[in-house]
Structure formats: structure tokens, C-alpha cells
């Protein structure tokens, strides 16, 4: 499974911006698809999943009513769509694929290359 992020870059407080998550390749692992964030000095975080065949959604308190993360079955690909950004959403965005999702990083099997979201007060 390979997955192709973009999307990402500057943006002032208070602004939007989208991230896509294209993938490719085998299927294994992938019924869960989420979007992890790393700020400096600070560990990853699940930031959005989403259950690729219910849609069911889930969010991290702090992006909760500003993220909504969705689905393309059609073009195999994920969206972030970030709104009402605030500075310390400032991190390297990454997506990445479970076949059964959670917050713990060892449950994420295939990993994108990270996109940089900066958000300027």
C-alpha cells in the first residue's frame, strides 16, 4: 500500500485547508484510514479516522466541530478538511491505514510521507 499526501502549507489563523490521502497498491490494511499530526517536541497524534466501508468517523477532542476527515471509494482517497485553523495545529500531517484503527501507533500499518500544515497567528 502506498499513499500520496498533499494539500499541505501555510495558512493564517482562522483559514481552511484540505489534505488528500491517495492510495494505491494491496488493500491489506486498510479498513481504517486516519490522519496523525506531529508538532515539534511533541509526540504523534490521531488526529481523524475514518472506518473506510461504514464511514463511521472518529476525532481527537481538540479538532472536534473545526476537522471533518471523509472518503472517495471511487478514487481510493481520504480528505481532511481543516477549518478554523489555530496556530497550534501547526505539525507534519500524515496518513496511514489499520485494519482496525486506535490510537496507538502500532496499529497503523502503512504510513504517507507527511505534509506540512503551518498556521500563522
Known amino acids: 500500500v502506498r499513499l500520496a499526501e498533499s494539500g499541505g502549507g501555510l495558512v493564517h489563523a482562522g483559514g481552511s485547508v484540505r489534505l488528500s490521502c491517495a492510495a494505491s497498491g494491496r488493500t491489506f490494511a486498510t479498513n481504517v484510514r486516519g490522519w496523525f499530526r506531529q508538532a515539534p517536541g511533541k509526540e504523534r497524534e490521531l488526529v481523524a479516522a475514518i472506518t473506510w466501508r461504514s464511514g463511521s468517523t472518529d476525532y481527537a ?6 476537522f471533518t476527515i471523509s472518503r472517495d471509494n471511487a478514487k481510493n482517497t481520504v480528505y ?9 495545529d501547526t505539525a507534519v500531517y500524515y496518513c496511514a491505514t489499520s485494519p482496525t484503527g486506535g490510537a496507538t501507533l502500532n496499529s497503523w ?3 504517507g510521507q507527511g505534509t506540512q500544515v503551518t498556521v500563522s497567528s
Do not use: A, T
Open 80 to 88: 481532511l478538511q481543516m477549518n478554523n485553523l489555530k496556530p497550534e
Open 109 to 111: 500499518i502503512y504510513w
Open 61 to 66: 477532542d481538540s479538532v472536534k466541530g473545526r
